[in-house]
């Protein structure tokens, strides 16, 4: 009991420092998120001050499901559907090309063996984009530019934790002396990934037809709304169960439930409920999530590190790695495509190349290696890095360079 009122009084506490910075940030014209991050680094100077950790289970067991599926929910098929050439590009041979650039630079200059090269890289593939996208609709930013950033972002968290799986799984079986060759630890990996990957697809298209053929039979907005809460944590479950990806089984649902479901199966004012609910849930888990992200990118414990020269080798080179990959692959993007109307790739290519922030998933990723892995803790600190890089450099900046970038307004404006 006592540690159950304990935690309770935490949270409190974190509610309401977040609150705090949340309207100092308001004042200050800056994203909440940025200013969470910031405050929780201060926080992690002051050893025992909050006992709460970013563990990988509160991730991806607590954070997770409910913020994918809000961000599912409530995207628009429509401009997901109108702009899925360019988003199938990122996701698809742009990840792929990504996990290549990055792996690459850390097997040649940090020294990092091929196994822990490519897991490094799944590990920082999946992009965090809520700090930017609340800057997006703060400053009007054009909406097909926003859904492309968005789609990026519903759809890699889940190929990315696919191939996470896959190179974890290789570096495991390299520690347990596994007599397998070359090709038969690739072919494993592929099973692996498909397992990964395929079941999620499949358990999340199932998961989502099925609940949303279930609230057309209830006509009442609380029982629709606690069908989706079960609906998120549920197909979450489900797919860890079958070892598949849950955060790809719950992207699907989500936009299953949010497109057809919403329309097909709920009264208007059920969706102004629902979207209320899941509303003021993301608010609440987004500002627990960064503040909680500040306070784990804790710098002491690894300044006095006796590897000290080796992690700060490894995270710069992971740093350059990851902005280099990123540029190279938005460059690769097509400057016109015809077949989507007013696509001005030329123009937001900078912006898409800049807002590929790294966040909470690649925390909790890394936070899940096993202890066994060799150099886990050059792993931690490189993807600490980048997270903190990308959060406060590339964050902090995106406001300045949105009102000087030409182009990325809406048009009506």
Do not use: C
Not at 262 to 275: A, C, F, G, I, K
Not at 290 to 303: E, Y
Not at 337 to 351: C, E, K, T
């Amino acid at each position: 009991m006592t540690d159950i009122v304990t935690n309770i009084r935490i949270l409190t506490i974190l509610l309401l420092i977040a609150l705090i910075v949340i309207l100092i940030s308001r004042r200050l014209a800056v994203p909440y998120t940025l200013g969470l991050v910031i405050v929780g680094l201060i926080i992690s100077f002051f050893t025992g001050f909050i006992q709460l950790r970013l563990t990988p289970d509160l991730v991806l067991f607590v954070f997770l499901p409910a913020l994918l599926f809000e961000g599912a929910w409530s995207s628009s098929i429509q401009l997901f559907h109108k702009n899925w050439f360019v988003i199938f590009l990122l996701v698809g041979p742009g990840l792929l090309l990504e996990l290549v650039l990055i792996a690459t630079p850390l097997h040649f200059i940090a020294g990092l063996d091929w196994g822990n090269s490519f897991l490094l890289s799944a590990i920082l593939s999946p992009t965090d984009p809520i700090a930017v996208l609340g800057l997006f609709r703060q400053l009007h930013v054009n909406s097909q530019l926003s859904a492309i950033i968005e789609g990026e972002s519903l759809f890699n968290d889940g190929i990315a934790g696919s191939f996470y799986q896959v190179f974890l799984a290789l570096v495991l079986a390299s520690l347990s002396n596994s007599h397998l060759t070359g090709i038969q630890a690739w072919l494993q990996g592929f099973m692996v990934f498909l397992e990964q990957f395929g079941g999620g697809l499949l358990v999340g298209g199932i998961s989502g037809f099925l609940v949303s053929r279930f609230v057309r039979h209830l006509d009442e907005s609380l029982l629709e709304t606690t069908v989706t809460i079960v609906a998120a944590y549920g197909t979450y479950l489900l797919a860890e169960a079958f070892h598949s990806s849950g955060i790809l089984a719950v992207v699907i649902a989500g936009l299953i439930v949010g497109s057809y479901g919403r329309t097909q199966s709920m009264t208007e004012h059920t969706q102004e409920t629902v979207d209320n609910f899941w509303s003021v849930i993301a608010f609440v888990a987004n500002a627990l999530l960064f503040l909680l992200v500040g306070v784990q990118l804790n710098p002491i414990h690894f300044l006095q590190s006796v590897n000290l020269s080796s992690l700060l080798i490894t995270a710069g080179s992971t740093i350059v790695a990851v902005l280099l990959a990123r540029l190279i692959v938005v460059l690769l993007l097509p400057r016109h495509l015809q077949r989507i109307p007013n696509l001005r790739l030329h123009s937001w290519r900078f912006l898409i190349f800049w807002s590929g922030l790294r966040g909470a998933l690649s925390l909790a990723l890394v936070l899940a290696v096993p202890f066994n892995v060799p150099r886990r803790e050059e792993l931690v600190f490189a993807t600490y890095g980048v997270v903190l890089f990308t959060l406060l450099v590339q964050g902090l900046s995106l406001r300045l360079i949105l009102k000087r970038l030409p182009g990325v307004k809406e048009t009506s404006e």
